[in-house]
């Protein structure tokens, strides 16, 4: 079966300081994978997703970007982070488009 | 035209009651749409969906209606427990187009 891992599963940093956060699928080929950032009490915006190794496309400029190094990782990052990028970061998969996206865990980031 | 509204934005239930999330959308190509479930500090899970080629699933307790000529899509939660109360989201998709999530509905169900 396939399974998602994000980590860490908190994270506090100071302004101006770099972000990764990384997320890995198993047990499936191939998958798109997607960062959504959900701010407390609210909804999900998608921000990066990816159909394949080094294809990106972003969905909301901003101060974050993403990578996919391998198939079945994807990474968030930040060269300085800001105090607008406090939230709870969450990576998802699915198998093609308008397929079911399965979530991870996410990430609680608190900027100080 | 993206959007998918939902309604409420909580909803307080009895144990053992009806719980009743609504969303609406106005893309007439949206074909897939999921309903999620989300615990305080944990990602959402996928909960049930359906396609416009029926107007009704349902899986154990929870149950999907859908109204193709409305353009609005339900879920129904029967035999509401405290362990439900959570946070909905409804969700809309097509082909070449990514998710588009609803607000979302915090359901708390009393004891």
Known sequence: ?112 | QQQVKQSPQSLIVQKGGISIINCAYENTAFDYFPWYQQFPGKGPALLIAIRPDVSEKKEGRFTISFNKSAKQFSLHIMDSQPGDSATYFCAASTPGQNFVFGPGTRLSVLP
């Open chain 1, 1 to 112: 079966s396939q399974t998602i891992h994000q980590w860490p599963a908190t994270l506090v940093q100071p302004v101006g300081s770099p972000l990764s956060l990384e997320c890995t699928v198993e047990g499936t080929s191939n998958p798109n994978l997607y960062w959504y950032r959900q701010a407390a009490g609210r909804g999900l915006q998608l921000l990066f997703y990816s159909v394949g190794i080094g294809q990106i496309s972003s969905e909301v400029p901003q101060n974050l970007s993403a990578s996919r190094p391998q198939d079945r990782q994807f990474i968030l990052s930040s060269k300085k982070l800001l105090l607008s990028d406090s939230g709870f970061y969450l990576c998802a998969w699915s198998l093609g488009e308008n397929q079911p996206q399965h979530f991870g865990d996410g990430t609680r980031l608190s900027i100080l």
